[in-house]
């Protein structure tokens, strides 16, 4: 069982770690945090299923003296893109779809997609416009939607920006939206992609488009499909998509890096994950979660789809997941992308240490995780901070998680 309890150095040197070594990753940690560029957060480490290194730093509440504790809640953001593509893999398992499909046969408001394009003379802006469209090549896949290469971004950047503005889909935050997840997306299958679907990666909105994929094919909303078919067998008991009350106080603050310090910026209080309208599910950025309950989660994936005697996945399944599904066209991190997070093909071409064959991605409030098969182990740094200033320790702390790996 993954995340059992804290890891003590006699468990984390029978898992094969140096506790000398691991005291390097918890001292740099705590040097961020005694120099107030971080408030707090935990770092979890597990092998061979079992826990080798769980620790709080700092304070998930500065201004009320609280320190961070092993069930503090925090706002993953992008890390419910892993939950969601595990949801739409338990469902291609069942049958429902082929990833080569295309989306359009489950929402067919993507029936008759266009790309943006540059205006020329032969094909011109319409009135009103700066850009003109021309028809996608062929329809977006679920596949592409995997990948990330369906042609969306989070709405910016691109030449029908500011049609994505008017349609208030813009920024990958949804709790504020008063409306459900099949609105949101059903209007954004209007608007013209910002690429031709499969040909190039673009981070942005095609996880939320697959969540609402998982309520078309399953019949059931967002939040209660992963609470049956996920959360409740994994054991997950703190993972949701808003707070209930009496879970509201165990939620971190958010503190950012502007002007040279440490700035709160979002508390219970005035959070939306606690006081917004509670309606959109959004599976790209939405859930929360806690250090116990992602580290099931992952230890789930590195077990091939299985954990405490519950199946959620085949192996072959979460195999597929990890492999390299977009050639050369994913440019960040390790230039290989799966389905649903970036894999590790050529430890050499990412230039940092590693392993053949591990995954993982991160959140826009910071934390980082990553799965090791071959070293059969999961890892991840948990915190709540943004603007992050700079900052990288979420990825040095994988260097310091593998120096302390001896055996």
Known sequence: MACG??????????LGFDPARLQRLDAVVQQHVDRKEIAGGIMYI???????????????????????????????????KAVTSI?????????????TDPVSKYIPAFKNSVVAVKPTDANPAKPGKTYATEPAKRGIRIRDLL?????LTYGTGGLAEADYKAANLTGWNFTAKNETIAEAINRLATLPLHGQPGEVYQYGYSTDVLGYLVEVVSGMPLDQFFAQRIFGPLKMVDSCFYLPPEKVSRLANVYGWEGGKLVLKETPANS???????KCFSGGAGLLSTANDYGRLLQMLLNGGELDGVRILGP????????????????????AFGLGFWVMNDVGFY???????????????????????????????MTQHMPAGGLDLNQRFKVLVYQALVK
């Open 5 to 14: 309890g804290v890891g003590r150095a006699a468990d984390a040197k029978a």
């Open 46 to 80: 597990a092998r061979d299923g079992r826990t080798a290194h769980l620790k709080t730093y700092g304070m998930q509440d500065i201004e009320a003296g609280k320190p961070m504790a092993p069930d503090t809640i925090f706002r993953i953001a992008s890390m419910s």
């Open 87 to 99: 949801a739409v893999m338990m469902l291609y398992e069942e049958g429902k779809f082929r990833l």
């Open 147 to 151: 990948t990330h290469t369906a042609g």
């Open 272 to 278: 939306l994950y606690v006081t917004g309208p509670r």
């Open 316 to 335: 072959k399944t979460v195999a597929l997941m990890h492999e390299n599904h977009t050639g050369d066209k994913y440019k960040g991190d390790t230039g």
């Open 351 to 381: 230039g940092e240490v590693g392993s053949k064959g591990s995954y993982g991605w991160g959140s826009a409030y910071f934390p980082q995780y990553l799965v090791d098969p071959k070293e059969r182990m999961v890892a991840f740094f």
